[in-house]
């Protein structure tokens, strides 16, 4: 067992074989301690962790959503998303999930250091880091620092130093006695160079001095590189160095997602030798190994920025990546052909994909909805390498004897070929095996014979086969640049589609604007329509009215025709009435007058014949006054001398005067008799004149009244006519009026309902038009879509076929390449060893043969 020293113990490795013992061999070898633990014949699922981390300052810049959740507790990652044209919600559970918050120690607590103390115990294990590129995975192995200057861990210290810590703690707390080697190696554009053999003074790095090693196997399965550099440390500090070295001469690159991203695959790999005492005291040796591996970003070229170069870079990585994915499909699919050997990556992990090693896979996403399509990739990716099933197997334990064992031979031989190197004389070859490989020699004289011819076929066709590679590789080539250029074209067809579809979201929007437009319109438009129906009827039974009403007017006009004809002939009636009346009135007037001037005439005959009988009857009166006062005087003497002279002349006086007074009384009374005869006659022609004047008065009175009363009830019909004319007529006119007004109204409502009609046919032809817009528009989109649509599979079916065409030919040109060298390396070293062999036996033959001719010298 080697002993720790201070410095870096480098050694080259000189047989592949044992290269592939102590670091990168997986082939199952055979259990010499009997010791060798073996897990459950079911396998055990590769663990898968899922870290997302937080937002970066581009993407809280452009203040998207954050589209990844999740939750440590269920172990549960979900993406969702919900916008109008897209919607996501998907779950995927893993073995452990840390979100944006995780700290890095916390991380490699819970995710990593269970797989460290595997190591320890004698198994192989591997972690990688997968991911979209600048989601974390260098952060997450290696970290941005390592140790503050107080000695404790930088809080941003990554995976790698923490591991290396808790080893070298582990190991010097159970005092045990060991070695560890370590090695870093990049896999960049499908070449493995070692990033610790390169000159540190060299920077930045000359490309030319990146030797490209080979990988090789071992015949039995076991990969191993030749001629990779392992470095043997004894302290933490010298693996940060040597990492610091390393990370130095890695490949990287500013891209647009990530200002130093990886483009390439970096593998630190620890090897460790622990001395074990079994409780016997049989001493063994416990090899254990911890790969440790930061794959390059998957990327999306668009995305990333990557040009020329850089494009070529990311092809690469993406290829090696899809190789990876295909793998882990054909591990989980259980298909029998798992296409290892389709990338140098592949080849590499094919024991830490489906073989005996303990494997830990970390899947890193960011949480912003720009990376959704790479984080749900990477998901999804994950989520099926969950599913593939290793059988992990503790390494063999060695005893400490057949180690050095083995050491002394490997020495021996190792001496044995130096000296033959430095004397140039022949090769060192032990006792045995010169024996079994002189056997072996006869065979091989004669199969060289016909390997050589068998090599002059094969040069040959290796001519045919290289012309045929060369011509493959021209193609490849053609199909690289024809997939670059599909690849842009695809991209500017999806930058166009996403346009079209942007375009589209936006028409869509519009659209649905215009659809509630629409119908809003078409709800007021319906309003609308039963409104103008409404009005429709409104303005036909208007229309009928006013009909009716020009009817009425058309009726008040002929009647009030009629009716001024009427008025007209009863003015001209009545003014002839009127005349009549007046002519007869004055007739009856001048009637009257004469009447009455007779009857005055007569009545002043009459009082003057009256007046002059009276005044006749007043002159007899008033003689018989006169006569009977004289008479009286007269009688008064002889009365008085009667008187005087007898009372019975007074007698007979009296009775005279009796007889005078009764002939006078008589006298008088028939005088009275006569006048008042004829004042009665008188007074009853009076009457009878004041009867007739007054029946005639009456007569005419009545008359006058009557044909007053005629008039004024003519006239009362009259004027009520002319009342009821004229209220008709302003009825007429108010009616007229009202009618205007609902005819001027109607007509307006007419008038805007023409208006909105014709507003509203006009929205209904934008609409139209619009819609024919609209219909033209999906069907260019639907047109695009379908081309884009072909296009893609158009691209994905020539991509998948380059791809398997690239993978064929990459297959079978490796495979040739490596057979051939392989074929030719070991003729050659058999030839050489054969021919080295053969001179040595012939001059020892010699030798011999002087030596008998000296011993027998008369031979
Ligand atoms: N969990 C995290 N917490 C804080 N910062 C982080 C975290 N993960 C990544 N980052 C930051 O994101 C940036 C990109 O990370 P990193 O370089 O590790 O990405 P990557 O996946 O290795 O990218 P590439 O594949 O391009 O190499 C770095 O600046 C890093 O500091």
């Known amino acids: 067992m080697d002993t720790p020293k201070s410095n870096h113990q480098r050694r080259r490795s000189s047989s592949p074989f044992l290269m592939s013992q102590t670091l990168w061999s997986s082939t199952e070898k055979t259990c010499r301690s009997g010791l060798t633990r073996s897990n459950d014949e079911k396998g055990v699922n590769v663990k898968v962790v899922l870290r997302c981390r937080p937002p970066n300052e581009d993407e809280m810049k452009m203040k998207g959503p954050l589209v990844i959740s999740c939750d440590e507790l269920k172990q ?37 250091a269970p797989l460290v103390n595997e190591a320890l115990e004698g198994y192989t294990c591997t972690i990688f880091a997968y991911g979209q590129t600048g989601t974390g995975k260098t952060y997450t192995m290696e970290g941005e620092a390592i140790k503050e200057k107080n000695g404790e861990f930088h809080k941003n210290a990554g995976v790698i130093p923490r591991a290396v810590q808790e080893i070298f703690d582990i190991l010097e707390s159970q005092k045990a006695e060991y070695t560890m080697k370590v090695a870093y190696i990049e896999i960049y554009n499908e070449e493995i160079t070692d990033l610790l053999s390169l000159d540190e003074e060299s920077k930045p790095i000359d490309e030319k001095q990146r030797k490209p090693l080979a990988l090789m196997e071992d015949g039995k399965g076991a990969v191993f590189i030749r001629g990779l550099e392992e470095v043997t440390v004894s302290t933490a500090d010298e693996i940060y160095k040597i990492l610091e070295k390393g990370s130095v001469n890695k490949h990287t690159a500013e891209t647009l997602l990530n200002k130093q991203s990886n483009r390439s695959h970096s593998i630190f790999s620890i090897t460790l ?32 920025g990557a040009k020329e170069g850089r494009a070529r870079e990311a092809g690469e990585i993406n290829k090696s990546l899809l190789t990876l994915g295909r793998v882990i499909n054909a591990l989980v699919d259980h298909s029998g052909h ?27 996403v960011s949480p912003s909805i720009q990376c959704l399509e790479e984080t749900l990739s990477t998901l999804e990716y994950a989520n099926r390498a969950k599913q593939i099933k290793n059988r992990p197997e503790v390494n063999q334990k060695l005893t400490k004897s057949a180690l050095i064992k083995d050491l002394y031979v490997e020495m021996d031989c190792l001496k044995q070929e130096l000296h033959a190197t430095r004397e140039k004389n022949g090769i060192y070859i032990p006792q045995d095996r010169f024996l079994s490989e002189e056997a072996a020699h006869k065979a091989i004289v004669g199969k060289l014979k016909f390997t050589e ?11 045919e086969v290289q012309d045929l590679y060369d011509n493959q590789r021209q193609l490849t080539a053609d199909l690289t640049e024809q997939l670059e250029r599909t690849q842009r074209e695809l991209k500017k067809a999806e930058q166009a589609f996403n346009d079209l579809e942007a375009q589209n979201r936006r028409v869509k929007e519009m659209i649905q604007e215009k659809d509630s437009l629409v119908s809003d319109v078409i709800k007021s438009e319906k309003e609308m329509t039963d409104k103008a129906l409404e009005l429709r009827d409104e303005v ?58 007779v009857i005055l005439e007569d009545t002043q005959s009459f009082l003057a014949n009256k007046r002059r009988a009276t005044d006749e009857l007043k002159v007899q009166l008033q003689k018989l006054k006169d006569k009977y006062n004289s008479d009286i005087q007269n009688l008064a003497v002889p009365v008085q001398d009667l008187h005087e002279n007898s009372q019975l002349a007074f007698s007979k006086v009296n009775s005279e005067i009796s007889k005078h007074s009764s002939a006078f009384t008589d006298l008088v009374g028939k005088i009275s008799a006569d006048v008042n005869a004829i004042l009665n006659g008188l007074q009853g022609n009076i009457r009878e004149l004041e009867v007739k004047i007054n029946a005639f008065v009456r007569q005419e009175q009545q008359y006058q009244t009557r044909r007053y009363h005629e008039i004024q009830i003519s006239s009362e019909v009259l004027l009520n006519f002319f009342k009821t004319l004229n209220t008709y007529i302003s009825k007429l006119r108010l009616m007229d009026e009202k009618s205007q007004t609902i005819n001027n109204q109607q007509l307006f409502t007419l008038e805007d309902k023409f208006e909105e009609l014709a507003a509203s046919e006009e929205r209904q032809l934008i609409e139209k038009v619009a819609e024919l817009i609209l219909a033209s528009s999906t069907k260019k989109k639907r047109l695009v879509q379908t081309a884009v649509n072909d296009l893609r599979e158009c691209s994905t079916i020539k991509t998948r076929n380059l791809n398997a065409e690239f993978s064929d030919i990459q297959g079978c040109a490796n495979s040739a390449y490596e057979e051939w060298t392989n074929y030719i390396e070991s003729t050659e070293s058999h030839h050489i060893e054969d021919s080295t062999r053969l001179e040595f036996w ?18």
């Open 540 to 597: 036909e039974n208007a229309e009928s009215e006013i009909s009716s009403l020009f009817a009425k007017i058309e009726k008040g006009n002929s009647r009030e025709e009629r009716n001024r004809i009427l008025v007209q002939s009863f003015r001209s009636k009545l003014s002839q009435q009127l005349e009549i009346l007046k002519r007869k009135t004055a007739i009856s007037v001048t009637k009257q007058e004469q009447q009455l001037n």
């Open 273 to 304: 030798h622990v001395k074990e005492c079994t409780h016997e005291g049989l001493e063994l040796i416990k090899c254990g190994k911890l790969n440790l591996v930061d794959l390059a970003g998957s990327e999306n070229i668009l995305r990333s």
């Open 76 to 112: 549960e990652v979900t993406a969702t998303l919900n916008t109008s044209n897209k919607q996501i919600n998907k779950a995927f559970l893993f073995d452990k999930v840390c979100g944006p918050s995780s700290q890095q120690k916390d991380f490699y607590d819970q995710s990593v």
């Open 453 to 463: 011819l068998d090599l002059e076929s094969k040069n040959k066709k290796l001519i």
């Open 338 to 364: 798992v296409p290892y050997r389709d990338s140098k990556l592949t080849r590499f992990l094919r024991d830490s994909l489906g073989g005996k090693t303990k494997t830990c896979i970390i899947a890193t």
């Open 842 to 859: 012939k001059s020892s033959l010699a030798g011999n043969i002087d030596c008998w001719l000296s011993w027998f010298p008369m031979i």
